[in-house]
């Protein structure tokens, strides 16, 4: 009983703040018509460039962006892929920032920081000429 009783006093005392509380509700406050012509700020806000992956090439082959926007390679295709960095598997510098296999249905994202002309290839039908570049300015 001793229990039941704390247990009580404890409901008791969590409900009762909440009695008076009505009177103290405010309104939204509005924001004003100058607040709202500022705009939305468009600097530090994430970008995301999507690259679709077909059988077999890269839609669209090239993108160019501005350096901190990340590109997103989605498999729309039915065969397995890769996003590899580098202009072929040739390249001493082959899938040395990025080298991701894809499978049908699945998607990678990577954020480009150093600008520049960076190629991209596909390992498995590089023979075919799947590759891509994305230009950071
Ligand atoms: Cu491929």
Redesign the pocket.
């Known amino acids: 009983m001793r229990k039941l009783a704390m247990i009580f006093l404890g409901v008791t005392l969590l409900a009762a703040p909440a009695c008076d509380d009505d009177e103290t509700t405010e309104e939204p406050i509005l924001p004003d018509a100058a607040v709202v012509d500022a705009g939305p700020t468009v600097d530090g806000a994430a970008e995301v460039v999507v690259v679709r992956v077909r059988d077999?090439r890269f839609d669209p082959a090239t993108v160019t962006i501005r350096a901190g926007t990340t590109v997103r390679w989605e498999n729309v295709g039915a065969?397995d892929?890769?996003v590899t960095s580098g202009s072929g598997s040739g390249a001493a510098n082959a899938g040395s920032a990025f080298d991701r296999p894809l499978g049908p249905g699945n998607s990678f994202e990577f954020t480009f920081t150093t600008r520049g002309s960076q190629p991209y290839f596909?390992r498995?039908?590089e023979a075919e000429g799947?590759n891509g570049t994305v230009n950071v300015e």
């Open positions: 077999n065969n892929h890769t596909c498995i039908h799947m």
